[in-house]
Every structure is written in C-alpha cells, then in structure tokens.
C-alpha cells in the first residue's frame, strides 16, 4: 500500500510492525478476515444433493505444490489415476525451494482412494521445477504426457499400451462410460485443465472392459458408441 511508504520508512520498522501498527482502528472495522485451514492436495467426490467429500492425497502428493494435473485410466483397469507436476522453486532465499515432488502416478481403485507409485513402478521423473501437465495421443495411437519445467526441459513420457482413441467434437461436454461389469463413470471434458495447461480433447478407453460409451454436448445432445 502506497500509504506505509510513509509510515514505514525502513525495513526494520516494517519487519516489526503488527497489524495494529499497519492500519488503523477504523480501518480494520469493516475488514473481511480470511483464513485458510486446508492445505492438502485432495480429490473432492461429489456425494450429490450438495454435498461433497474431501479425500486428501497419499501423503507423497503432499511433499511440495502441485501445479499440474492429468487424470486417465494409465494402468487399464477402468479406474482412473492422476499424475501430478509440482514443486516451486520462486520462493524467498531463507525459505528455500520446495522441491521434494520429482513426479507422482496415483493409481485409483474407482472408490476414491489412490497408491502412490514410486518413480521405477511408473517411469514418471520431473525433478525440476514443474508446472503444466498434458495429455496428447500421437499417430500411432499412445498416450504421451508432456510435463513443462520453468526454466528446464519439456520432458514426455509415453504410455506403450495401445487404447482406442475417441476424438471430441468442439461441443462435447461429458461421457457416462459403462463397463462390461456393470458399472458406470462420468468423465467430464474441459478447455483448459491446472496450471496453464490444455490436454488434448480426447477420451482414451480400453475396449476389454468398456461396453459403450454415451457422449453429451453442451446442448444437451447424446450419441451412442459401442
């Protein structure tokens, strides 16, 4: 604030000054206190009916920021897992950068709850200081991840099991896919996904386990694929 250029005119007053010595009573009156009480990276289940559950991540996930996320069935189990890009390197010099996160494969059991992999189980290594995450299919029909470093290389990792590939239209809005065994799943498409990122518009499946799929545009439109 321009204002403690005045009232504040060297560091060391600064460094001491409560938040009383900052602003004043009046100014405080009508002041709208924030207070953030949740810090883990977390999947949020919609229960429906408004309500939701908050499941927070094995705590690997929780080593250093997550900045970018991609989920997909990479396993081919019909549950879909996450990979994380994180760490924060931009970061005051007494802190220290918070780099603890090389990388993370979260396999889903389809119930919420995820396993963390370890860096030889899933191939996924991001060591530097990690942001943007995508999913790309390539001509051959494999799904690549890209994972940008700030100031690093673009690293890719290729998935080596074949999916089929089903390209979107620009109005698709969500799938309900149903499994052979009965059950069912609703995937939902985006423009644009975590830090700066955007995947792909695209919905991989594995044909051994998936009956048919029902895709709904924005308008409201369905079609069927089996």
């Given at each position: 604030m321009v204002s403690f250029r005045k009232k504040f005119t060297n560091y060391?007053?600064?460094?001491?000054?409560?938040?009383?010595?900052?602003?004043t009573i009046e100014e405080l009156k009508d002041a709208l206190i924030l207070e953030a009480n949740y810090m883990q990276s977390s999947?949020?289940?919609?229960?429906?009916?408004?309500?939701?559950?908050?499941?927070p991540f094995p705590i690997e996930a929780q080593f250093a920021p997550v900045f970018g996320m991609v989920t997909g069935d990479f396993n081919t189990d019909g549950n879909l897992d996450v990979i994380l890009n994180g760490n924060d390197y931009g970061v005051e010099v007494s802190?220290?950068?918070?780099d603890a996160l090389n990388g993370l494969l979260l396999l889903g059991n389809g119930k919420g709850n995820f396993k963390a992999q370890t860096i030889a189980?899933?191939?996924?290594?991001?060591?530097?200081d990690g942001k943007a995450l995508?999913?790309?299919t390539n001509a051959k029909g494999l799904n690549l991840i890209l994972a940008s470093q700030n100031r690093g290389l673009l690293k890719c990792f290729k998935n080596t099991t074949p999916l089929k590939t089903i390209h979107l239209l620009p109005m698709d809005a969500y799938a309900i896919i149903n499994n052979i065994n009965g059950k069912k799943r609703k995937e939902e498409f985006y423009y644009g996904t975590s830090f700066l990122s955007q995947s792909e518009r695209s919905l991989r499946i594995n044909e051994k386990i998936i009956k048919s799929v029902e895709i709904v545009d924005f308008k409201g439109k369905r079609r069927v694929i089996k």
């Open positions: 060391k007053s600064f460094a001491k000054a409560t938040m009383q010595d900052m602003l999947y949020i289940e919609n229960l429906g009916g408004g309500k939701f559950k908050i499941i802190q220290g950068r918070m189980e899933s191939g996924i290594y991001i060591p530097g995508v999913s790309l």
